[in-house]
T-cell receptor, first 117, second 111 residues
């Protein structure tokens, strides 16, 4: 069974289009994340949701809008796609510890490679 | 500002060699240190998680250590195999639950 699954795996689209990436986890976690891996392979947090509430927004352009319909799902919608949005987007999940003392292991999906042409 | 640094950026070794990958971080307010493996075109696979109260974790041929006072973690791979070839990423977790990643060490184990 796939723990964290993302769809689609590949996405090629034209500039200006709107697209969505879906993520689901079956680990029973209550915290989900979106990370972006740029062309230099550097991974950086974009958003984090805990129990459907936004807890981290790392100065991401407002063209990016995450939506969490329930604890097991975190989707990412991107409006007016730009060339610079081309990257691999990773969804992840973990169990929320309230940010005190020790956190827990994070599990990642296989990534969605977005190419904007 | 690079909060997590991994050295070396790339490493090529012959099969069977023991090796050490290094990770250093600037923020001492660390809760977890997690090591991942990423194969080309694939996602991240969690290898080891060291909680702030721990000093090391072991899984098979892998051993990860954490020294918060010096801001360092190492990943030791014993008896390396060609299948170990991948990019190894370390990430520290602070108070906001997010992971801050290093840029990774690309390991090639030659048969």
């Amino acid at each position: 069974d796939t723990a964290v699954s993302q769809t689609p795996k590949y996405l090629v689209t034209q500039m200006g289009n709107d697209k969505s990436i879906k993520c689901e986890q079956n680990l029973g976690h209550d915290t989900m994340y979106w990370y972006k891996q740029d062309s230099k392979k550097f991974l950086k947090i974009m958003f984090s949701y805990n129990n459907k509430e936004l807890i981290i927004n790392e100065t991401v352009p407002n063209r990016f809008s995450p939506k969490s319909p329930d604890k097991a799902h975190l989707n990412l919608h991107i409006n007016s796609l730009e060339l610079g949005d081309s990257a691999v987007y990773f969804c992840a999940s973990s169990r929320w510890t309230g940010g005190i003392f020790s956190g827990t292991e994070a599990f990642f999906g296989q990534g969605t490679r977005l190419t904007v042409v | 500002k690079q909060e997590v640094t991994q050295i070396p950026a790339a490493l090529s070794v012959p099969e069977g060699e023991n090796l050490v990958l290094n990770c250093s971080f600037t923020d001492s307010a660390i809760y977890n240190l997690q090591w991942f493996r990423q194969d080309p075109g694939k996602g991240l696979t969690s290898l080891l998680l060291i909680q702030s109260s721990q000093r090391e974790q072991t899984s098979g041929r892998l051993n990860a250590s954490l020294d918060k006072s010096s801001g360092r973690s190492t990943l030791y791979i014993a008896a390396s195999q060609p299948g170990d070839s991948a990019t190894y990423l370390c990430a520290r977790q602070g108070g906001s639950e997010k992971l801050v990643f290093g840029k990774g060490t690309k390991l090639t184990v030659n048969p």
